[in-house]
């Protein structure tokens, strides 16, 4: 006869999810680190109960905002390089719909996150309940419908039973390679406390390894025929290296066949900026050295990315017109795009295999010469740019070289704005992880939150937080959170009164100054926001700056001090880093009474026929 135990619903989920661990590198950890949790009337009783149960196990954590802890989670999930994650609780209503948008964050990302949402009465009798949307035609909806496309698997648990299969299944996506991302289990708040006999197997402790996919035979053959073809190939770098573990393997590969390599956003960190054959980043927001030799390579070994327009300069970076992709992913929708020859399979798996059978063969040596010179010149311009002035408002170029020279071993988190594209281009990653951007979905308040999440995931790590007061002003409140928990976080907050970066843009695409800056805003008054108040009121260390030499001992001061702390920093809302970049497809209008805007229109119709379309 079957062993069973008796408990409620909500118990079985925090049960199950304290017996999960993972192994890395040959050490056995608990594979969530924790629950994040906001109580509301739709989950108080039921899993507030349930986590009060197992908190020496299973780790509950307070914030202050649903969409911040949600963040924060996935933060934790993409510094752990997606090996451990962590689960998020809210109640019903909006405490739910804020985690949409971290839902999303995460579906574009492909990083585990488990959320676990109040939800209305499954036996409808107190219907409509408190928060509780109705529609008019279906009964079984909800607000949690929303985040249906944003969740790589969703279930709404009506019956305690049913949460043995969404569980298992849940583990299933949250682990995979190719399916990884976020999970929403909806939990309706009546069946969060009615109680069933679980096996007692359910709860048995399990230890997900990493799944590696070996490629097809035929794919790996035609991969190394074409790159033994090839007479300018490179390597695109993605966050699925990262995730794989692959660097070394990388490494070992570009080292062996003399091709050039470059990262995305989501790669950044794959090779250490140092690496003579690391041309850093790629795309609209490129370096000179990597983008001269992506315009002209015949053979494009993209591995572990999703080839997002930042990357391929809105298919109008490839410029050689036999240039073709090879693909290794281990996600087919990926290992297709661009009409590449796919290579699905894992990428260490996948780069080693290439490597053995690609045997002595090499690069021209021409070829490697042309990518140490263009490295060359990058470094020149990329330090001119970021070199030290007595600017009043100096550029966030500059400030990311103050920032680099003091805390350069430190990982930097950001997200959203200007920041992204001049850390792409300018940070000096020397470690795996050590960049850490979400810009996949760009989210602005992202940055803060995010920072919690890896000093959580990154315990013995400096982590300084790169933020723009436009992010700030969406969302600071972990802050608090970061405060109240003791961790030791620094957060660099660049101020250019309003949205800097999107109002280069609008210039840029011949728009006038309008409703970016506060100074092109409609307005009574101009806005004379005390960062430092603010953020001393959450309990953060914080001062503002009055230039890039006090910025360096400032941010040296922060070593020693520990706790949060928050440097603000005026910078110049116009200037960005001239070197390197490429054209970015935003559409211009065809019809305007703005001169500016009829000659960026004539210019748009001329970049669009560069791009490689099928």
Known sequence: MTETIRLTMAQAVARFLAAQ?????????????????????????????????????????RAHNEQGMAHAAIAFAKASFRRR??????????????????????????????LLPGDVFANRRPDPVLQQIEDF???????????????????????????????????????????CGPVTLSLCQDTQAEAYDYPVS?????????????PDTDELARAV???????????????????????????????????????????????????????????????????ALAERADVILAVGTRLADF????????????????ALNVAAIDAAKHGAMALVADARVGLGLLDDALGQWRAPR???????????????????????????????????????RTLGDAIVVCAAGGLPGELHKLWAAEKPGNYHLEYGFSTMGYEIAGGLGVRLARPDD???????????????????????????????????????????????????????????ARKAKMPEIDFVAHAAAMGAHAQKIAGISELEAALAATRARGGVNVLVIDTDPLIATEAGGHWWDVAVPEISDRVDVQARRADYEKQITGQRIG
């Open 366 to 404: 021409d070829w490697r010469a042309d990518a140490e010179t263009g490295k060359a010149a990058w470094l020149a311009d990329a330090e001119a740019a970021t070199r030290a002035g007595n600017a009043a408002l100096p550029s966030d170029a500059q400030v990311i070289g103050a920032t680099q």
């Open 202 to 214: 359910f709860f048995a402790r399990t230890v997900h390894g990493q799944r590696r996919v070996q």
């Open 462 to 520: 400096d982590v300084v937080v790169m933020v723009g007061d436009g992010s700030y002003m969406m969302a600071n409140s972990e802050l608090s959170s970061a405060v109240m928990m003791g961790v030791k976080l620094t957060v660099v907050l660049l101020d250019n009164r309003g949205f800097g970066c999107i109002n280069r843009l609008q210039m840029a695409t011949g728009g006038a100054n309008f409703n970016n800056l506060f100074a092109d």
């Open 21 to 61: 661990m993972t192994e890395i590198e040959g050490e056995t950890l608990p594979l969530f680190g924790g629950v994040w949790a906001i109580f509301g009337h739709g989950n108080v009783a039921g899993m507030g109960e349930a986590l009060h149960g197992v908190r020496d196990s299973l780790p509950t954590f």
């Open 137 to 179: 035609a279906d009964g079984t909806v909800s607000a949690n419908d929303c985040f249906k496309p944003v969740s790589r698997y969703f279930d709404r648990i009506t019956r305690p039973e049913q949460i043995m299969p969404a569980l298992r299944r849940a583990m299933q996506v949250l682990t995979d390679p190719a399916d």
């Open 85 to 114: 994650m962590m689960a998020c609780t809210s109640s019903i209503g909006p405490g739910a719909t804020n985690m949409v948008t971290a839902a999303a964050l995460a579906h574009v990302n492909r990083l585990p996150v488990l």
């Open 311 to 326: 990357t391929t300069g809105s298919r109008a970076l490839f410029k050689n017109p036999d240039a073709r992709f090879v």
């Open 225 to 291: 025929a074409a790159i033994r073809g090839a007479k300018t190939p490179i390597v695109i770098a993605g966050g699925g290296v990262l995730y794989s573990g692959a660097s070394e393997a990388l490494r070992r590969f570009i080292e062996n066949h003399d091709v050039p390599a470059m990262e995305t956003q989501a790669g950044k960190s794959v090779l250490p900026h140092s690496h003579a054959l690391n041309m850093g980043s790629v795309g609209v927001t490129g370096t000179s050295a990597a983008n």
